[in-house]
């Protein structure tokens, strides 16, 4: 089975911090997506990533960065949090011949205060 | 730009059919998957369609019209555990981006 594991299930950040969520997946997907979930307004894409060290802004990138050093690894950084950026973080994987569909991690509920 | 538009929520009965509806615009298409989510956990994989016509998959198909820009995804012989929101996506080609619609969130009731 294909696992998309994210570092934490829930988070809390003071406003200003640097924040770091962590997505690792195993089945050697070439695409890896950020979203960011909220209530009536269903999932954002933020950044995504179909290479090693290569990056695109999705539909709200502003706040954030990713990086992307390793296949299996995509993270999100949210330079200096602030409280419009709580809420639910979903990182996904799928293959380059996109018929497989995307895989999605759990989810990080981050709370900025 | 990308924009996906489906309907906010849906109530049908055990046992019934339902039938959900997505159009899309966006630029450049290269496939459409609906997934299911139910509440506190992540999106599940349910379909996909590149060509037009008709995906069947056990209680669950869906539907592509490309010239259209419209799918719908059919639930047969609805459960209770059906009850999860219905989130249409496209994938834009040129741009390798997965976007999501809104979600439908179903209610079955008994």
């Known amino acids: 089975d294909v696992k998309v594991t994210q570092s934490s299930r829930y988070l809390v950040k003071r406003t200003g911090e640097k924040v770091f969520l962590e997505c690792v997946q195993d089945m050697d997907h070439e695409n890896m997506f950020w979203y960011r979930q909220d209530p009536g307004l269903g999932l954002r894409l933020i950044y995504f990533?179909?290479?090693?060290?290569?990056?695109e802004k999705g539909d709200i990138p502003e706040g954030y960065s990713v990086s992307r050093e390793k296949k299996e690894r995509f993270s999100l950084i949210l330079e200096s949090a602030s409280t419009n950026q709580t809420s639910m973080y979903l990182c996904?994987?799928?293959?380059?011949?996109?018929?497989?569909?995307?895989?999605f991690g759990q989810g990080t509920r981050l709370t900025v205060v | 730009g990308q924009n996906i538009d489906q309907p906010t929520e849906m109530t049908a009965t055990e046992g019934a059919i339902v039938q959900i509806n997505c159009t899309y615009q966006t630029s450049g298409f290269n496939g459409l998957f609906w997934y299911q989510q139910h509440a506190g956990e992540a999106p599940t994989f349910l379909s996909y369609?590149?060509?037009?016509g008709l995906e069947e998959k056990g209680r669950f198909s869906s539907f592509l019209s490309r010239s259209k820009g419209y799918s719908y995804l059919l639930l047969k012989e609805l459960q209770m555990k059906d009850s999860a929101s219905y989130l249409c996506?496209?994938?834009?080609?040129?741009?390798?981006?997965?976007?999501f619609g809104s979600g439908t969130q179903l209610t079955v009731l008994p």
């Open positions: 996904a994987s799928s293959l380059e011949s996109r018929q497989g569909g995307a895989f």
């Open positions: 990533s179909y290479d090693v060290k290569m990056k």
């Open positions: 996506a496209v994938f834009s080609g040129s741009a390798r981006q997965l976007t």
């Open positions: 369609n590149v060509l037009d």
